[in-house]
């Protein structure tokens, strides 16, 4: 079975300080994680994807295989980061790669 | 290009009522999955389908019927709802393409814009 956890409900910062969620994942094979926000009432839409080692919006994350984390990080936080975010698991084979989502952490950005 | 698009934004149902929520992609995606987000929980599947005439149960399937008579159309019902159900349902569609590292493929989903509903 896959799971994705992410500790922290809510999660604070102030403007210009780093950030970092958290996402640890469990899955016995070789996962595909993803990052998704959802900016207030608005849709999800994908942030980052780990298969592609890219920066969006000023946004990482690394894939630690070893410790099963997939932690996302800013090194300055602005006030347009707040949304909520959702790490998100693919795994196994099959038809459809079923997408197994963590419990979300919001991140609100203070002036 | 609309992307997925979800009919209707809000409803209030009454205990024992049903509907049909309609999600349409315009992407030509052979992938389609609904959702159901609550607080605390995150997105829970609720059935899938990958492709047009076929479906399948997800995590919380139950008191949930979908049909995908259409390729761009994935429909969702519930026959007789209950407070339980009172939820944000969102549906995506997906494409697989190929990663960047070694070619290996990647199932990004694109999420539409939910259906607040609440069931009394």
């Known amino acids: 079975a896959q799971r994705v956890t992410q500790p922290e409900k809510l999660l604070s910062v102030f403007k210009g300080a780093p950030v970092e969620l958290k996402c640890n994942y469990s899955?016995?094979?070789?996962?595909?994680l993803f990052w998704y926000v959802q900016y207030s009432r608005q849709r999800l839409q994908l942030l980052l994807r780990h298969i592609s080692r890219e920066s969006i919006k000023g946004f990482t994350a690394d894939l630690n295989k070893g410790e099963t984390s997939f932690h996302l990080k800013k090194p300055f936080a602005q006030e347009e980061d707040s949304a909520m975010y959702y790490c998100a698991l693919s795994g196994g084979s099959g038809s459809a790669r079923q997408l197994t989502f963590g419990s979300g952490t919001q991140l609100t950005v203070l002036p | 290009n609309a992307g997925v698009t979800q009919t209707p934004k809000f409803r209030v149902l009454k205990t024992g009522q049903s509907m049909t929520l309609l999600c349409a992609q315009d992407m030509n995606h052979e992938y389609m999955y609904w959702y159901r987000q609550d607080p605390g929980m995150g997105l829970r599947l609720i059935h899938y389908?990958?492709?047009?005439?076929?479906?399948a149960k997800g995590e919380v399937p139950d008191g949930y019927n979908v049909s995908r008579l259409k390729k761009q159309n994935f429909l969702l019902g519930l026959e007789s709802a209950a407070p339980s159900q009172t939820s944000v349902y969102f549906c995506?569609?997906?494409?697989f393409g190929q990663g960047l590292a070694g070619g290996r493929s990647y199932n990004e989903q694109f999420f539409g814009p939910g259906t607040r509903l609440t069931v009394l």
């Open positions: 995506a569609s997906s494409v």
């Open positions: 389908s990958v492709g047009e005439g076929t479906t």
């Open positions: 899955y016995s094979g070789s996962p595909e």
